[in-house]
T-cell receptor, first 113, second 113 residues
Framework: GQQVMQIPQYQHVQEGEDFTTYCNSS?????IQWYKQRPGGHPVFLIQ?????EVKKQKRLTFQFGEAKKNSSLHITATQTTDVGTYFC?????????????FGTGTRLKVLA | DGGITQSPKYLFRKEGQNVTLSCEQN?????MYWYRQDPGQGLRLIYY???????QKGDIAEGYSVSREKKESFPLTVTSAQKNPTAFYLC????????????FGEGSWLTVV
């Protein structure tokens, strides 16, 4: 079945350093979404990418969708302590005739002040 | 406020007992989902429903059951057949169409004692 993997699983950075998480799907996706889950909280939607090669920015966050629509990345420039949390990608695709999202394994980010 | 309400937030269950987690949404969303999250792990899909009176198994449906008698409600029953039920359970909803944002409830912590 469809699988979505993320790397790295964990990342510790010093405040001010950059951070990148990568998402890879075993199948071609219709779209990809990114979510952030703060410690003890629930996932919150960040952004959606639909087009092949699409790049979107939200302040210090840059999101990319691969040309083949099978991979994506999230890059945070100059991390802050408020960036702490787990970042999930969710790949949307038709599976067995039904459209659904498969979440990646997540990357847990810790930012050291 | 519009949103997804899960209850209870914390629940303790004795082995061999069934327990039902409530999920209600007032977002008028067609699709609803249940995910399981183990400590430090990603989100795994248990069941999902795209319309009333219809639902499909996700990746880890064994030991769980759901119903979708009303658009607003999607309760999850964790049965005694679920061997490792201790986890964080997240209910979510979306408009159900391709590319719609998934909104999550605040989650329910289930502990088997």
């Amino acid at each position: 079945g469809q699988q979505v993997m993320q790397i790295p699983q964990y990342q510790h950075v010093q405040e001010g350093e950059d951070f990148t998480t990568y998402c890879n799907s075993s199948t071609t996706l219709s779209n990809i979404q990114w979510y952030k889950q703060r410690p003890g909280g629930h996932p919150v939607f960040l952004i959606q990418l639909v087009k092949s090669g699409e790049v979107k920015k939200q302040k210090r966050l840059t999101f990319q969708f691969g040309e083949a629509k099978k991979n994506s990345s999230l890059h945070i420039t100059a991390t802050q302590t408020t960036d702490v949390g787990t970042y999930f990608c969710a790949g949307g695709a038709l599976t067995s005739g039904t459209y659904k999202y498969i979440f990646g394994t997540g990357t847990r980010l810790k930012v050291l002040a | 406020d519009g949103g997804i309400t899960q209850s209870p937030k914390y629940l303790f269950r004795k082995e061999g007992q069934n327990v039902t987690l409530s999920c209600e949404q007032n977002l008028n969303h067609d699709a609803m989902y249940w995910y399981r999250q183990d400590p430090g792990q990603g989100l795994r899909l248990i069941y999902y429903s795209q319309i009333v009176n219809d639902f499909q198994k996700g990746d880890i449906a064994e030991g769980y059951s759901v119903s979708r008698e009303k658009k607003e409600s999607f309760p999850l029953t964790v049965t005694s057949a679920q061997k490792n039920p201790t986890a964080f359970y997240l209910c979510a909803s979306s408009r159900g169409k391709t590319g719609n944002t998934i909104y999550f409830g605040e989650g329910s912590w289930l502990t088997v004692v």
